[in-house]
């Protein structure tokens, strides 16, 4: 048990501190979250933490965006996202809803078959075209419904999508050199990207009809192959990260299946996706938001390696992950 976490975490780590039946707690770590497993339920919780695109520093901000992370994950996952709980310290230590001082909130979610999520599957070698199949059906009358137009629309012109790319790279820059990113791969990178963002015909035509409110964290990592399809834990702490052209979202996939040596489920998964979508110029810009997304996957390593209470064992594979990340957003440009 690490003594940089916080106390209420430390304390939910013991099994007997939950109203249901807990053998063990397992706690896993991001860049901005605490997630504790604990039985039949996830509790999730936000960093105090500010990295300019997110900001969870006060309790108000975090318990906002508990209830924001609630209202939207339900479109894909109603019955998984249960609600948002406090926190509250008692004399003997906290309590779930308790009549003291919040100290916390957090969100509260059913348990997924943990062996049926996306990336264990990928890792037994088990993923299949039939899989694929099923994540389309669920993509489409999603983003078919989703909210688009007027202020979203906006969301996806060249101007708007630069400050999402630009930034990432004003956010890596004093890592070049220190591990996972070097000199060469980030002016490669950064050179495609600044090119490609001059197309602003392209960028103004699809921003009409194909920016939407999507999910905007569209990988393995966020899906379960369960007895139907569970997309989950999308982006609800930025509107500009989740309003994107349908095209960045499903770059975001696509490019995680080339992560994992998938190359031919992916390219599987684009075509069965254009077919069912009729979304044919998705293809124009498909690298371009690959190469996009495997260099925000890149970043995010970065920070999780970097992030003082990680431990070493998470530490190191943030940062072989970041490097490889790198790698694939290096290719996409060239």
Known sequence: MSSSLPDFISWLLNPAHYDHPVDRVELVQTHISYVLLAGDFVYKFKKPVNFGF?????LDRRR????????????????IYLDVFAVCRQQSGFAFNGTGEA????????????????????????????????????LVPFYDKAAGGGEIAGFGT????????????????????????QQGQFDAISHYARAFLDNEALFQERSARRVKDCHGDLYSANI???????????????????????ASDVAFLAMDLDFHGLQALSDFFIDRFVAASGDTGLLAVLPFYKCYRAYVRGKIGLFTAHAPEVDEATRD???????????LAERYAG
């Open 317 to 327: 594979r943030a940062l072989i992950q970041a490097e490889k990340y790198f790698l």
């Open 158 to 181: 060249a101007r708007a999508v630069s400050v999402n790319v630009l930034e990432n790279f004003e956010q890596t820059r004093g890592f070049i050199g220190k591990g996972a990113l």
């Open 54 to 58: 997110l900001d969870f520093t006060t």
């Open 103 to 138: 100290v916390e909130y957090g969100v509260r979610m059913k348990m997924l078959p943990q062996e049926r999520m996306m990336g264990r599957v990928i890792a037994r070698g088990e993923l299949n075209e039939s899989h694929i199949n099923d994540i389309v059906t669920a």
């Open 64 to 79: 906002h965006f508990c209830q924001q992370e609630l209202l939207l994950n339900r479109r894909l996952c109603p019955d």
């Open 224 to 246: 379960c192959l369960a007895d139907q399809v569970y997309i989950f834990d999308c982006i609800e702490f930025n509107e500009r990260f989740r309003y994107c052209d349908v």
